[in-house]
């Protein structure tokens, strides 16, 4: 006898999927961080270090989260055409 639910792979054999969503959350937190520190940085130069390098990570995790998702397509090409041709 058949189970019912049958074992699938919804995002295929990549992880192009959970690294996307690993690196949304992580730019997110860094993005939160660096704002909450230079918010309460004041005249600390070690916190506005500290909210500068947080802010750099945040743009190569959006870059390669980006990059993940677009490659998990089954044509990327449409995913960087998707400015030029938004309908």
């Known amino acids: 006898m ?36 230079d918010l309460f940085s004041g005249t600390r130069e070690r916190l506005r ?8 990570v945040t743009i190569p995790a959006i870059l390669i989260g980006g990059l993940s998702l677009t490659f998990h397509l089954g ?3 449409r995913g960087f055409a998707f400015p030029l041709f938004f309908t």
């Open 2 to 37: 058949e189970p019912i639910v049958l074992w699938q792979h919804k995002w295929g054999l990549t992880f192009h999927i959970p690294w996307y969503l690993f690196l949304g959350g992580l730019a997110g937190g860094t993005l939160t961080v660096a704002a909450l520190a």
């Open 49 to 56: 270090d500290f909210s500068r390098a947080a802010a750099y």
């Open 75 to 77: 044509k990327p090409e």
